[in-house]
């Protein structure tokens, strides 16, 4: 089992930028992809980024290409999201999850940390 634990969630006003960090622990090895999701009251969960921990292969939600971008850190077993240009339907509960490899959807994820609230004044 992978924990993984959210950090960097906040209030931003619309334009602005946070950096959320996913910090992973544990069976660390058994994991080749780390992502980043968000839950809006009321919608589906969807995915927003993936990054392999082997290779340098990113994917992103169409919705926050250019915007956001997804990065890690081997040393720190840390994966972070930079999202820039924050926009009033980007507010959310943003969770990071891993898996052995990449899929577009909640369920090819097992292991999920407990998310950080991002929200956005207009």
């Known amino acids: 089992q992978v924990q993984l634990v959210e950090s960097g969630g906040g209030l931003v006003q619309a334009g602005g930028s946070l950096r959320l960090s996913c910090a992973a622990s544990?069976?660390?090895?058994?994991?080749?992809?780390t992502g980043w999701f968000r839950q809006a009251p009321g919608k589906e969960r969807e995915f927003v980024a993936a990054i392999r921990w082997s290779g340098d292969s990113t994917y992103y939600a169409n919705f926050v290409k250019g915007r956001f971008t997804i990065t890690r850190d081997n040393a720190k077993n840390t994966v972070y999201l930079q999202m820039n240009s924050l926009q009033p339907d980007d507010p959310a509960v943003y969770y990071c999850?891993?898996?052995?490899?990449?899929?577009?959807?909640?369920?090819?994820?097992?292991?999920w940390g407990q998310g950080t609230q991002v929200t956005v004044s207009s």
């Open positions: 544990g069976r660390t090895f058994s994991t080749d992809v």
């Open positions: 999850a891993a898996t052995r490899s990449f899929g577009w959807d909640p369920w090819d994820y097992d292991s």
